[in-house]
């Protein structure tokens, strides 16, 4: 069978008990089926939007604690694997019944295009440097991660390969006044994914370890939702409402719907609607749309109308604030990923990271039994101090009543992408909080808003609430990407917290950092000048932190990937980094718990 069927996939993206869903892009209307040797299965018909389909196969009936080969076929015949394939099977592999496995994760984020097909000439890509060791492996089951967790950017729509600008510039219809370089359109996307992820070694990848991911902001355009002023801007732009309402659709389809796990699937409002329709353009153009809308009503907008147009389903397409935030559990690890970009308040009285309902759904989250918490944050949560501090300045003077303090402010913003949980003091401060609760010796679950009552305003950081009561977790770790370099810090609280908390950052997979930005990321670590930034934001009236932090292992330049490690209650994270050669090494080691006993032997990842 050719492979064209087959355009994109298949993804394995959720492992949950004994079912798993599995994502696919195909040439043609279909129905997809994958099967297992041992009998499990599972069939979906693919779904139409903007002339392309889809599918989202939910297997049933696989075995606990087992790892076998997976096939996938449209209508009556096999496309995957392929005949001629040279790499070893796929797998889909289930977790044993006892909890106490140990949890292994990979993370990391930022990743440019192949290096044959990017513009720029950039050190080899680590994902496809870690795909080619796993295939390469006497027993890669054994040796496959749990999930693969990937942190923003994985696509470019604003930093375009050459094969795109050339596609783009034979498009007849487009937009007026859009970027010649930059995708615009719901196809114009769907080559962004095409290009990146059918590079063989991580196609393989991306089929045979689980998956979820969560955008930042390249997945739509460099700065986006950084202020309210830059909404008013852009909105200004005639290609805008396509390119956002596009931007949003394609990143439901290719990315946040296999983050939900079976039963999150078939409750997911878009998801009914999708598959219920013949054609499912217009419901997600019209999502698309309405999401933004929500973000304009976060940001002060007056007047943002409603979305007009309707679907088969009778009626217009009408969503409450879709949440992109979501949870999941893996034997005792909880992992909590964070919308850091479209559920932002942008309101210059109430700006914050997330929105007061997507708070409190955070923290009732936060609460539970478990043994380490892990939060996926695009953006890093602790930056270097100097950064930091900068950033805090920076967001004090933008909402400066001066209008010429506030245009420079605004003008260094974006100049510099101070952008950061930095740059949204009340959520920072929530955030430390938060995690001092939760590491204390004993907490009660919570509701509670971000910052005074309900969220919605105040000094103090509101994390009030009554539940039960659950132990300190083990370990709490933040992982993020988007800076362009890889380290492991850990915060120190003003009062005695049991469990330890680190910022974990792990960027870029595939990109670089420009050269003249290493020295000054470096120095933000030092004394000196943290001491100098902390001086220049209590200038502007910025409070001292409630918390300080220290780096622990870093900073790494170069392009990278890392590994999470849960064994019982302790944890540790290897950040490893490609050479020349295109072969993985450590560059960071660093144990995030205290060492009571020693871990089970188990070799570092082989170079």
Not at 509 to 514: E, W
């Amino acid at each position: 069978m050719p492979e064209s069927r087959l355009l994109i996939g298949p993804l394995l993206r959720r492992v949950v008990g004994t079912r798993a869903t599995v994502w696919v892009e195909t040439s043609s209307p279909a129905v997809a089926r994958v099967t297992t040797a041992s009998g499990a299965g599972g069939t979906a018909a693919t779904f139409t939007a903007f002339d392309h389909h889809y599918a989202l196969v939910v297997v049933e009936g696989l075995t606990p604690g087992t790892a076998e080969p997976y096939e996938v076929w449209l209508d009556d015949e096999r496309v995957w694997p392929q005949p001629d394939s040279k790499y070893p099977p796929t797998l889909v592999r289930t977790r044993a019944d006892d909890d106490s496995e140990p949890v292994h994760l990979i993370f990391g984020s930022c990743r440019e295009t192949t290096q044959h097909a990017t513009a720029r000439r950039l050190p080899p890509d680590a994902l496809d440097a870690y795909a080619r060791r796993l295939m390469a492996s006497g027993d890669a089951a054994a040796e496959l991660p749990d999930l693969m967790v990937l942190l923003g950017d994985q696509v470019y729509a604003d930093q375009t390969s050459p094969t795109v600008r050339k596609l783009l510039s034979r498009r007849r219809h487009r937009p007026h006044g859009a970027p010649a370089d930059q995708v615009v359109s719901f196809d114009e996307y769907t080559k962004l994914y095409l290009e990146s992820w059918r590079d063989p070694e991580i196609r393989w990848l991306l089929a045979t370890v689980p998956s979820v991911m969560m955008f930042d902001d390249h997945e739509i355009i460099d700065d986006w939702n950084t202020s309210a002023r830059w909404r008013a801007e852009v909105k200004e732009q005639p290609w805008w409402d396509e390119r956002i309402a596009s931007g949003i659709a394609s990143y439901w389809v290719y990315q946040h719907l296999g983050n939900l796990d079976p039963d999150e699937v078939a409750a997911d409002p878009i998801y009914a609607r999708v598959v219920a329709a013949r054609d499912a353009t217009s419901v997600l153009r019209e999502f698309g749309a309405q999401v933004d809308a929500h973000v304009s009503e976060a940001a002060g907008d007056p007047g943002t109308p409603g979305v007009a147009g309707g679907d088969p389903l009778g009626g217009p397409v009408r969503v409450e604030r879709y949440q992109w935030s979501y949870g999941l559990d893996i034997g005792r690890t909880r992992l909590v990923m964070l919308d850091n970009r479209c559920g932002r308040v942008l309101d210059r009285s109430r700006r914050s990271m997330l929105s007061p309902q997507e708070w409190a759904w955070f923290v009732d989250r936060a609460h539970g039994r478990y043994d380490h918490l892990v939060v996926g944050s695009s953006l890093p949560w602790l930056l270097p101090p100097a950064v930091h501090h900068v950033e805090s300045w920076n967001e004090r003077l933008a909402d400066s009543r001066r209008p010429r303090v506030a245009a420079l402010a605004e003008r260094l913003r974006r100049a510099f992408d101070l952008e950061h949980w930095a740059a949204f003091d009340r959520s920072f401060e929530s955030l430390a909080a938060l995690f001092a609760r939760i590491g204390t010796a004993r907490t009660n679950g919570a509701g509670g808003g971000e910052g005074g009552e309900g969220g919605e305003g105040g000094d103090t950081p509101a994390l009030v609430g009554a539940g039960p009561a659950y132990p300190a977790p083990a370990s709490i770790s933040v992982l993020s990407g988007d800076v362009h370099h890889s380290y492991v810090a850990r915060a120190r609280f003003a009062d005695e917290v049991a469990t330890p908390v680190h910022q974990l950052t792990c960027s870029p997979i595939h990109n670089q950092v420009p050269a003249f930005m290493r020295p000054l990321l470096k120095l933000g670590w030092w004394a000196g000048p943290s001491g100098a930034a902390r001086a220049l934001a209590r200038s502007a009236g910025v409070r001292r932190p409630g918390l300080r932090w220290r780096r622990l292992t870093g900073p790494y330049f170069g392009n990278a990937i890392s590994s999470l490690r849960h064994t019982g209650r302790a944890a540790e994270v290897v950040i490893e980094g490609t050479g020349k050669d295109g072969v993985l090494r450590v560059v960071g080691h660093q144990h995030l718990t205290p060492q009571t006993r020693p871990l089970p032997a188990r070799p570092l990842p082989r170079s």
